[in-house]
């Protein structure tokens, strides 16, 4: 295992270039940026621009073509997939589509944040110490859910199953939380709830978000810096403030019209 100094950032991609089919779909292209331990960076860009190929690489659900990933130090891309596996636990992953077990219920689906943590035999078993479950509880109670704790995630609505996902991933305690579209399926009353459960575990514990978005309005409300992807390509890294009419046009294209509707 290969370990950066401590004076560089909590995470580095450096030249991170994914290729699709055969080589055919290029989506990620020679991308290099680096984040601070305790930020909130949400990424843009437009559908297909590589943004959750991006969260993907960095927990090497999906693996790299080319490129290096480095994380606290250590560089997770030449990590044997044991390795890897540990390194897991300390990163949460929220997903667009929630990723729940739909028959299970809200308290089972929280409890599998922990497998991480378990014996290989408990976990096959999901045989989980009664610590654990109060810490599920706990968990639920955080995002107004403990009445819900043993209710199937199938009959929760869509803002309900997504803080599910964020209570499972605080059972991690996670020090990297990647959000991936966490509210695109979602009305923007209850994006905003969503997103500010998000910004309490970045500011109340610490944890380094990363959270990919469509709407720039979000972007400027809850992330501290933005990188905008384009064809897989870096083009913005900056502050929310900093992406003016000239540069939404450059992300987003020129027949682009920036709508503030959430």
Not at 181 to 196: F, G, R, W, Y
């Amino acid at each position: 295992m290969v370990c950066l100094p401590m004076a560089n950032p909590y995470l580095g991609v450096e030249h991170l270039t994914k290729v699709y089919e055969r080589g055919q779909v290029l989506a990620l292209r020679d991308l290099s940026f680096t984040v601070e331990k305790g930020e909130f960076l949400v990424v843009i860009g437009l559908s297909g621009s590589g943004k959750s190929t991006l969260l993907r690489c960095i927990n090497r659900l999906i693996e790299p073509t080319k490129g290096k990933i480095w994380l606290d130090g250590v560089e997770v891309t030449r990590l044997s997939q044991a390795r890897m596996r540990r390194v897991r636990r300390k990163i949460g992953m929220i997903f667009q589509q929630f990723n729940l077990v739909d028959r299970s219920t809200a308290i089972a689906n929280v409890l599998t944040g922990r497998l991480g943590y378990l014996p290989g035999w408990r976990a096959l078993l999901g045989w989980f110490p009664e610590e654990d479950r109060e810490k599920a509880l706990a968990s639920l109670e955080r995002v107004g859910l403990r009445d819900k704790a043993y209710v199937r995630v199938d009959q929760l609505s869509g803002g309900q199953r997504q803080r599910v996902g964020i209570a499972r991933a605080l059972m991690q305690e996670p020090e990297l939380l990647l959000a991936d579209e966490p509210v695109s399926a979602l009305d923007p009353a209850t994006s905003h709830s969503i997103m500010q459960y998000l910004e309490q575990m970045n500011k109340e514990d610490g944890v380094t978000v990363i959270a990919s978005l469509h709407f720039l309005s979000l972007a400027r409300r809850y992330g501290t810096r933005i990188i905008a992807l384009k064809d897989g390509q870096l083009v913005f890294d900056g502050s929310p403030q900093a992406i003016d009419n000239v540069k939404f046009k450059e992300i987003y294209g020129e027949d682009a019209e920036e709508v503030e509707v959430r």
